[in-house]
């Protein structure tokens, strides 16, 4: 396990837990919280680059300088979604430690949209490929996920 980190990165298949989670999670942790995908919208914001949001290549930019700063974060949660973390791996996971929060596949099918759930097996399995730590999440409850991450990085933190 990578005990060299500066960020605890939080995924998992639904979107609003890996935020609610992470949010806690730094809080008990005395960290700072950040949620990608708040801060690469709140990039897109930028009225000069509205002009250019139709093209793929912007947007891809946009969410790779956003990726960057938040590579560059110390002491801090980061609450990521699946293709925000898979397609910018390569740039958070230097100086991060990578918490995949496996939840139940009824749980995803239910509240956190068809695509995940669709993709349930393929995502799940490159999800626990790139993380540093796989929990098994059995009851949906953010406070014992936050208590079991804790636990399993033990004396790390």
Known sequence: MNTNF?????????????KNVGKRLSQQLDMIF???KDLVEYELIDKDALKQISSKEYLDGAEK?????????????????????????????????????????????KFCGSVNEIAYESRTNMLETLANVTL??????????CNKIINTLGGIL
């Not at 500066?6 to 890996?18: A, P, Q, R």
């Not at 110390?74 to 430690?97: K, P, R, T, W």
């Open 6 to 18: 500066n960020k605890i990165v939080i995924v998992s298949l639904c979107d609003e837990f890996s």
């Open 34 to 36: 950040c949620d990608a």
């Open 65 to 109: 300088k956003v990726m960057s700063h938040i590579a560059s974060f110390e002491n801090v949660v980061v609450a990521i979604n699946f293709d925000y973390l898979s397609n910018n791996f390569d740039i958070l996971s230097c100086g991060s430690i990578v918490v995949f929060l496996r939840l139940p596949r009824t749980y995803v099918g």
């Open 136 to 145: 098994k999440v059995q009851f949906v409850d953010e406070e014992k996920v």
